[in-house]
């Protein structure tokens, strides 16, 4: 057998074996080992970060699923056809509305109570045909446990956070004497025979040291997007300009190059999935999202957004899906967003960099990145950095981070904007407060007027949730080659490669990465090859 290990071995000294190697430990990674467990298969899990920050993105969601009406499935087919690639199958297709439809009967199954809130037929996308098929969404039913991602209240009208229930999958694994995890155990190369392209198992760094780690039956590739590698969004998404992920910060697309090396085939790369502003300076020094939390557009009572020559150019309360008003953009926006506007005379961001002005009413007011707040559920930086944004924004004043200034003329000389501009675009903002109007923006909503100094500008920058590229699978969860043929004993799952190309349907990331316990099966009922 000829394998590869980035030069050619006839025989490999194997630090440890597996039946099933899980690279990445977050919901996707976790629903793999234990549906892979479950068929008795010994499993290894290698997770990039240490215990305390594991869980993926999944422990940085809000823990919503939606969930397939199984009667509808024909009707699940048409509308899944608007928001993937063109080549995506039906067989593809049809796996996902399996996992969609059995999400919260297979975490029942492992005593994870939930709780299932009717919502409307097609939730963000109620237009496109076919959308009658999305009927409900599932959440971990809330144990009023006290774990750090609880969201606390009534199991019939709250549920547990992501960061619950990853948790919960996590104790779940533990249950499991067969299931391994090794913290801190990077991957970075498969195990293959060059001829064939089988995977043998994995390459992976512990305790400082290069190790192989033999895959008897198969390899699930859990390990997330690349939304933390600056040079692959500027390669894949064209985004050249400072943004911070909401989630883990260690989704940084080492898969990539792995699955290249073998030849899979790959989807969906250009797909970026916006969430709100962040502080540009907090996010620069944390090293994630301090950011708006897309459920509370409150947040904007009394802020308005300027661009470089102080003008508006957007409505800052304004939702992306009408059906859902709660939500504020640009989350998960799909059309082309003022924000990457493009000055064709000069090729340089027509809004950027972006500022959020407001005055001292509104800093005492409450957080102003409510994501990086206390009461966060749903981004990495409330439950794993010391970054937590201060009730009344004073500490991020302190830090430099919000400029301060007695009138908006010297603000806006601190920030080498347009001084003339800026106070006129207040003072029209201001103007429709008071007549209980929209302003020239068509903004209605939290007119709070910015008038008591001193004033404050926070330098806003985009916020990445993840990003959907990587390889194809089948519905199967199997890495599919360039000529459309499965990659032997190679499963991927969730984020890393997702369903989601072209359109993101809200809340379909978590049951996709709970999906992924049809690669954990699969990969466990393979016969050994060693």
Same mark, same amino acid.
């Given at each position: ?7 050619t071995?006839?025989?490999i000294?194997w ?9 990445g ?6 629903a793999?080992?234990?549906?892979a +467990? ?24 809000? =823990?919503?699923?939606m ?9 699940a ?33 492992? =005593? ?6 009717e919502?409307g037929? =097609? ?7 076919g959308?009658?098929c ?20 009534s199991? %019939? ?12 999958l ?8 067969c299931?391994?995890v +090794? ?17 043998l ?5 512990i ?8 895959a ?11 939304e ?13 300009f400072?943004t ?24 969906? $790369? ?16 944390a090293?994630?999202?301090?950011g ?22 957007v409505?800052? &309360?304004a ?8 939500? %504020? ?17 000069? $090729? ?10 407001f ?23 409330p439950?794993? @950095? ?8 004073? !500490?991020?004043?302190?830090?430099g981070?919000?400029i301060?200034a ?11 904007i347009?001084a ?33 100094g ?19 699978h ?15 004993r ?7 490669? @997702? ?10 990331n978590?049951?996709? !990465?709970?999906g &992924? ?10 016969d050994s090859?060693?």
């Amino acid at each position: 057998m000829n394998t590869n290990l980035g030069c050619t071995h006839t025989e490999i000294n194997w630090s440890d074996t597996a039946d099933v190697i899980v690279v990445g430990f977050g919901g996707a990674g976790a629903a793999a080992a234990l549906a892979a +467990a479950k068929e008795g298969a010994s499993v290894l899990i290698l997770e990039k970060a240490p215990r305390q920050d594991a869980g993926g993105n999944t422990a940085a969601a809000g =823990g919503g699923m939606m969930a397939v009406d199984p009667t509808r499935k024909e009707a699940a087919r048409v509308f899944f056809k608007k928001q993937v690639c063109a080549s995506t199958t039906d067989e593809m297709i049809d796996g996902h509305i399996d996992e969609m439809s059995t999400t919260a009967q297979w975490l029942e199954s492992m =005593g994870i109570k939930t709780v299932v809130t009717e919502v409307g037929p =097609g939730s963000s996308y109620r237009e496109v045909e076919g959308a009658e098929c999305m009927h409900t969404m599932v959440k971990m039913a809330c144990r009023a446990c006290g774990r750090k991602g609880c969201a606390g209240g009534s199991a %019939m009208a709250k549920g547990c956070s992501g960061y619950g229930l990853f948790e919960a999958l996590r104790d779940e694994t533990e249950k499991y004497d067969c299931i391994k995890v +090794a913290y801190e155990a990077p991957a970075n190369r498969l195990v293959f025979d060059v001829e064939t392209k089988e995977v043998l198992g994995v390459i992976a760094q512990i305790d400082g040291e290069s190790v192989a780690l033999c895959a008897r039956k198969g390899v699930v590739l859990a390990l997330g997007g690349f939304e933390n590698n600056a040079d692959m969004l500027e390669n894949y998404c064209n985004v050249a300009f400072p943004t911070f992920s909401t989630g883990t910060p260690y989704n940084t697309g080492d898969g990539l190059p792995m699955v290249m090396e073998v030849g899979a085939k790959l989807r969906g $790369m250009q797909a970026v999935e916006w969430g709100c502003y962040a502080s540009l300076k907090g996010s620069q020094e944390a090293q994630t999202s301090l950011g708006l939390d897309f459920g509370t557009p409150n947040a904007w009572n009394g802020v308005v957004l300027v661009n470089r020559d102080g003008q508006r150019f957007v409505n800052e &309360t304004a939702p992306v899906h009408k059906h859902q008003p709660g939500m %504020m953009r640009p989350l998960h926006e799909k059309i082309q967003i003022p924000e990457l506007a493009i000055k064709p005379e000069t $090729m340089e961001y027509a809004n950027l960099p972006m500022y959020m002005i407001f005055d001292e009413k509104r800093r005492q007011e409450g957080a102003l990145m409510t994501g990086a707040a206390a009461v966060s559920k749903t981004q990495w930086a409330p439950f794993h @950095s010391e970054f937590v944004w201060s009730d009344d924004n004073s !500490a991020e004043v302190e830090r430099g981070w919000i400029i301060k200034a007695d009138t908006l003329e010297q603000l806006a000389e601190k920030m080498g904007i347009n001084a003339q501009n800026l106070t006129a675009t207040v003072a029209q903002y201001n103007q429709a407060c008071a007549e209980e109007t929209a302003d020239n923006m068509q903004r209605s909503l939290y007119m709070q007027p910015i008038q008591e100094g001193p004033f404050y500008a926070l330098e806003a920058c985009m916020s990445l949730i993840n990003t959907q590229g990587g390889p194809v699978h089948d519905g199967k969860h199997r890495v599919i080659d360039h000529a459309g043929n499965p990659i032997k004993r190679l499963y991927s799952g969730g984020e890393f490669g @997702s369903f989601y190309s072209r359109l993101y349907h809200g809340a379909g990331n978590l049951p996709e !990465a709970l999906g &992924t316990r049809v690669a954990g099966t699969q990969a466990a009922q393979l016969d050994s090859w060693a």
